[in-house]
């Protein structure tokens, strides 16, 4: 989708597409590995339907080549990588809650953070440039008012409850859409990566 590629372009950079992995549509570690030049600031996997990329190819690529992971995991609520929380794989995670995934407050977005420092950073840039401990309107940077609202937090802190039974519905019927879809040629359905 245009936005993951529109995130790089509103910093001024280019955003270079690489080929997915033919079998699960997240991105081909060797495709992002081929595409590193000098110039590259982050690697960033897109997580599809809950199917996550292959991180720990991809956490070995950022620690070889100094390029660090920002993940796109707009549709990966609750998705597991090893064991382990998309949101908590040691890099910086983002996450959309728009009108067609799985945990919607029709729109807005979250952020999760490997360590304060980032967080911190974040922070500043999302409260109109201001640190969090300033109470009096010092602005130590150029930033935005982008804060999900108290009413969409409500909204998803109740979808907590179920996300792991709506994770289990879309993991039932998978197969059978797959199989309806495999059918139709020229369609090669997403497969899925069980680590």
Same mark, same amino acid.
């Given at each position: ?95 959309? /809650? ?52 108290? /009413? ?44």
């Amino acid at each position: 989708f245009i936005s993951s590629s529109q995130a790089a372009q509103r910093l001024g950079a280019v955003a270079v597409p690489v080929d997915v992995d033919p079998e699960t549509y997240c991105v081909d570690v060797h495709a992002a590995e081929a595409a590193i030049t000098p110039r590259t600031k982050a690697i960033m996997p897109v997580h599809m339907g809950g199917q996550v990329a292959d991180m720990d190819a991809l956490a070995k690529l950022s620690a070889d080549s100094g390029v660090p992971l920002l993940q796109d995991a707009a549709h990966a609520h609750g998705a597991r990588w090893q064991g382990r929380s998309v949101g908590a794989l040691g890099s910086i995670a983002t996450f959309s /809650f728009q009108n067609g995934k799985l945990m919607t407050a029709g729109e807005g977005g979250a952020v999760t953070f490997p360590d304060d420092e980032f967080y911190e950073e974040a922070f500043i840039r999302h409260s109109c440039g201001r640190p969090r401990t300033d109470r009096g309107y010092f602005h130590a940077t150029s930033g935005s008012n982008f804060r999900m609202n108290e /009413f969409s937090a409500a909204v998803l802190r109740a979808q907590l409850a179920r996300l792991e039974e709506q994770i289990s519905v879309r993991e039932e019927r998978w197969p059978v859409l797959a199989a309806l879809l495999g059918e139709l040629p020229g369609v090669v359905p997403q497969g899925r990566d069980g680590r």
